[in-house]
């Protein structure tokens, strides 16, 4: 039976009843401990300071942890209990919990007088285990784990209870994203598009996706089983292929291999396969991803680049606008026969390949260009416009197009000049301006509008007539000026116009704002685009209601006078319709210019008031083109007064001059602005603004030049590290001669002298001395060997040997002369190909070959005859990117292949280390000196030297060789 109480969370002090019968737990607290030592006289204190002690080591724990008296009410609580509610519970007001709301793991409400606190109270037990989640005063929720234990005082009774919070939202989080990306990945693994494999460190398939086996029951006909080799279930003849590609993966190499291989419908299929080693976490290779991939269409598609690209300069040689490529050092490397062309009509040049622009276009316009180029380097797109005066006298407007040329792995290797002559264009934008500007002094309403009627457009002439504004038409329906007994009038015009017909002299009613009817002509033509398609309709409305009183007072007193006053009317009303289509058309092509442009591209009269914006310029600003038309620019925009763009453009309105700045906005943005005055017979009729924004190549060019400092730093220190090394080497080789030196002295005495000592006691000495003196003489040899191997090792120094031409051809036959015995001792065959001429040391190179040849006929089988093969070949640019060589030098590979006693491939890098031997030297003479004054001598010519053997098949050993010798 659990008693509860509503005393204090503390045992009785003294003078109360603190004794607890013989079956009460024996339970020691806190205060028991502090009540026994008072007892004991100890200072008062000592007590205070135990006290606090159990207080700090509360606030100390890096878990939430609060108590309640036996009521549930809290009286304790630390701060992490604090950062985890969101809040500060009252003592001796807030019950059980001091979160805000708590909920089921479910989500759904938990009352606080079921949650774990209220169920240790009320039972009298810990509850534990039981997950819950928490809601802070904010909102946001957390995973809690409690520990509710009770708390009982000396005499048993439940006196309140203690929780423990643990947070464990970051682990249900880190649970859950673990789920999915297992999910995903198993996802991918069999939905993937290629075929996969995994195999383990027994080469046996443990997995396999679908399309693994999809593709393997076309080809061979069945199902692969999970569990068998993988040398089971592919064709015998390819078993030793795959062995070769899985050992490779198993020791770390990525292998790729293409095969063809012909499925059951008869039809070859092309395959890209993929070894990769699969680590476990401490990187161990435990197994093998292979990774097959369908490229029948890729192999097909290459015919089909080929022609493409016939077709693609085809495309460039007869495109209408010029274009001409260029290196990064401005020298032309290819044009077309419109770039040719031009540039011969307006500047009198002749463009002409490997010569630089300055050079073929002259010094002022070349130094422009050069100047252009130097930006586009760095990966900006350019486009300019220029004014040329050409031999015959005229004046030429050239646009140029200036765009980086990127290799396949993004890096700038030249640049695309693209220009057109825009003469006619800027003609037309001439033109076009002053069609504006007759459309807006028109005594007649020129409106446009869709094809469902909707007005588009709306003159002055349109808001004298009707007493419309354009704010108050724009968008609207025609309709809205048409008396309902004429209503019928509309569908049928709309109808003629999709046609393609006009209505001309259509002369009808129409009711203005103020409800007044009005005599009106209507003109009404249809409007194309630039592609000829219908898209609207463009309406010239002329007030004739004075005109036909006039007409009726005529008709009665000079109606001879009437025919030929129509016939003006006409006339003239079909001259201002012709005008009103030509400038429909050239203001429908303006805008839809404008409003391609990703600039911010804003048009202003001579008084800085806004008469036309892009669409890039309302999607930043958020303001649309009809609130702002007709207003300033301080109108619209009050706080940029003195700013960069509002100098800019007082300044082009004052000066008739372009203007060009760089900006920094309010946000942070970086422009660069270009102001142009707008001109009419040289009378400035306002400017157009365009905002370019910089802000991604100034941030990138900022990073750039922090990467480009940290180098620099670090390739001082490297520098500084490569002198102490070359320091180093230097004080070593000279030890290594001086040592090797000194050395020849003494062994010649030892063999002099045994020698002596031999040939003088003869006679006298038994078979066991004469061994020893064998001994002697056999250990001076091999040291004077070693000896002379270290000297030339030391000796072997690139700077102080002359480069020339040297034929290779002459190198390995000097090397085989000096080989013909032990050749035809052993019957050897030696083939070889035809090597190249390169520029090397005669001298280096014949110890090298020397050296690679004798290993070929040292290390041969005693079974068999030795097969030399000595072939060559030149590198490929991707062969050469793989090995990290200079790419603008030649290089060639020569490989010595010979059937020999081979080695473990994992001792590939162990044999160029000096005195390592792979061999018994009983069996096989040598100083271990031999490979590495290879490597020396290899890497004197700036090459590269590396070992393919298999112990017990024969080894190969790959030299790379460039053609020519820097400085």
Known sequence: MITKTTGPLYPPQDGESSTANDNSPKKTTARKRL?????????????????????????????????????????????????????????????????????????????????????????????????????????????????????????????????????????????????????????????????????????RIVALNQVCNHLYRNIHGKDIVPGVSIYDVIPAENVEVMKSHVWKAFSGEAVQNRTKRTGKNGKDVWLRGIYNPVKS??????????????????????????????????????????????????????????????????TGKKLSINKSVPEVLGVELGAYLVAVLEKVKSG???????????????????????????????????????????????????????????????????????????VTSWNPGAQRIFGYTPEEMIGQSITKLIPQDRLDEEPKILERLKKGERVEHFETIRITKSGERRNISLIISPIRNAGGNLVGASKVARDITEQKILQEKLRIAEANFRDELERVV???????????????????????????????????????????????????????????LGKSFLEVFPSYKNSDIHKTLEKTLATNEPVTIQSTSLTGHHYAIYSVPLTQNNINQGAIVIAHDNTTIIEANEKLESISE???????????????????????????????????????????????????????????????????????????????????YSRLKASEQEFEPTDLNEIIDHALTDYDLLIEEKKAKIEIDKLPIIAGVPAQLDQLFHNLIGNALKFSKDDTIPIISITAHKLTIK???????????????????????????????????????LNERTKYEGTGIGLALCRKIVDNHCGLIFAESKEGEGSEFHIILPEKQKN
């Open 35 to 203: 009540t026994h030592l008072h007892k004991q006289e100890f200072p008062l204190d000592l007590a205070d300071t135990i006290i606090e002690q159990y207080r700090q080591l509360l606030e100390g724990m890096p878990v939430a942890i609060y108590t309640t008296n036996a009521q549930g009410v809290i009286n304790l609580y630390n701060q992490e209990a604090v950062k985890l509610w969101g809040r500060e519970p009252i003592i001796g007001k807030d019950m059980w919990c001091g979160s805000w709301k708590i909920y089921n793991i479910d989500g759904s409400p938990m009352a606080l007088s079921r949650c774990p606190m209220a169920l240790t109270l009320q039972e009298g037990r810990a509850v534990t285990g039981h997950e819950i989640i928490i809601e802070r005063p904010d909102g946001t929720r957390r995973n809690v784990l409690p520990s509710p234990k009770p708390i009982f005082n000396p005499n048993g009774v439940l006196i309140g209870a203690i929780n423990t919070l643990i947070d464990i939202t970051e682990w249900k989080r880190t649970e859950d994203e673990i789920r999915k990306s297992e999910a995903n990945l198993r996802a991918i693994f069999d939905n993937s598009k290629d075929a996969y494999m995994l195999i383990d460190s027994n080469e």
């Open 281 to 346: 976490e401490s990187g161990t290779i435990i197994g093998v991803c292979i990774s097959v991939s369908n490229i029948t269409d890729e192999v097909v598609s290459q015919s089909v680049i080929r022609e493409s690209e016939a077709n693609l300069r085809a495309l460039f040689d007869n495109a209408k606008d010029g274009f001409v490529l260029i290196d990064l050092n401005a020298n032309i490397l290819a044009f077309n026969h419109a770039a040719a062309d031009l540039y011969s009509k307006v």
């Open 380 to 454: 900006e797109s350019i486009e300019r416009k220029s004014k040329q005066h050409g031999l015959d006298g005229k004046d030429y407007w050239l646009r140029g197009f200036y765009n980086p040329v990127r290799s396949s792995d993004g890096s700038i290797i030249g640049i695309c000049m693209g220009v057109s002559d825009i003469s006619a264009e800027m003609e037309a934008n001439s033109f076009s301006l002053q069609l504006a500007a007759i459309v807006q002094s028109s005594e007649d309403a020129i409106v446009g509008k869709t094809f469902e009627g909707i």
């Open 570 to 628: 006409r006339t003239r009303t079909i001259e201002l319709k012709e005008k009103n289509d030509e400038l429909t058309q050239q203001k429908d092509f303006i805008e839809t210019v404008l409003d391609s442009s990703i600039d911010q591209i804003c048009v202003y009269d001579k008084d800085s008031r806004f008469i036309g914006v892009n669409k890039a310029f309302s999607q930043s600003s958020k303001i649309k083109a009809h609130e702002i």
């Open 710 to 792: 940290k180098l620099r730093a670090a390739n001082d220190l490297l520098e500084e590290k490569n002198s102490d090394l070359e320091r180093s080497n230097s004080e070593l080789e000279r030890f290594a001669y001086v040592a090797s030196h000194d050395l020849q002295e003494p062994l010649r005495k030892i063999q002099m002298f045994a020698g002596r000592i031999r040939s003088h006691n003869k006679e006298r000495m038994d078979e066991t001395s004469q061994n020893y003196f064998n001994k002697i003489d056999a250990s001076s040899e091999r040291m004077s060997s070693l000896i002379k191997d270290i000297l030339n």
């Open 879 to 917: 062969r050469i990117l793989e090995k990290e060589l200079d790419t603008s030098n030649t290089y060639y590979e020569i490989i010595i292949k010979d059937s020999g006693i081979g080695f473990d491939q994992e001792f590939s890098e162990k044999i160029f280390v000096i005195f390592q031997r």
